[in-house]
C-alpha cells in the first residue's frame, strides 16, 4: 500500500557531503514524521535525526551543526543533508516514515530498505 525508497548513498571522503532521501508512494494523506537511523557494523542502532510534520526537527548530539533534514511535501519525500563527513558516519542508514493512509486516516510506519554510506580518510 506504501512504498519507501532511499537512495542517496555512497563513498566520500572525509569532509565531504552526501544527500540522503526518503521517498513515499502509495496510499498516503500525509506524512507526520520521519526517522533516520544508522547502524554500524558491531554497533547497536542509533537515532540520528528527526522531523515531525514538515518543521519540527531534532538531531543527535554526534551530528548537531553537521547534519539538516527537511522535507519536500509536493514530493513526499524526506532528506538528510550529510556534511562535514566523518569516518564514524560510516552506516548504513535507514529511514522510518509514519504516515496518515489515505484508507482509514490511521498512522502506519514503514521502514525504508537501508543505503550505505561509507566514509574515507
Known amino acids: 500500500q506504501v512504498q519507501l525508497v532511499e537512495s542517496g548513498g555512497g563513498l566520500v571522503q572525509a569532509g565531504g557531503s552526501l544527500r540522503l532521501s526518503c521517498a513515499a508512494s502509495g496510499s498516503i494523506f500525509s506524512i507526520n514524521a520521519t526517522d533516520w537511523y544508522r547502524q554500524a557494523p558491531g554497533k547497536r542502532r542509533e537515532l540520528v535525526a528527526t522531523i515531525t510534520g514538515s518543521s519540527s526537527t531534532s538531531y543527535a548530539d554526534s551530528v548537531k551543526g553537521r547534519f539538516t533534514v527537511s522535507s519536500d511535501n509536493a514530493k513526499n519525500t524526506v532528506y538528510l543533508q550529510m556534511n562535514s563527513l566523518n569516518p564514524d558516519d560510516t552506516a548504513v542508514y535507514y529511514c522510518?516514515?509514519?504516515?496518515?493512509?489515505?484508507?482509514?486516516?490511521?498512522?502506519?510506519?514503514?521502514w525504508g530498505q537501508g543505503t550505505q554510506v561509507t566514509v574515507s580518510s
Open positions: 522510518n516514515v509514519i504516515v496518515q493512509r489515505i484508507t482509514d486516516r490511521r498512522q502506519y510506519s514503514y
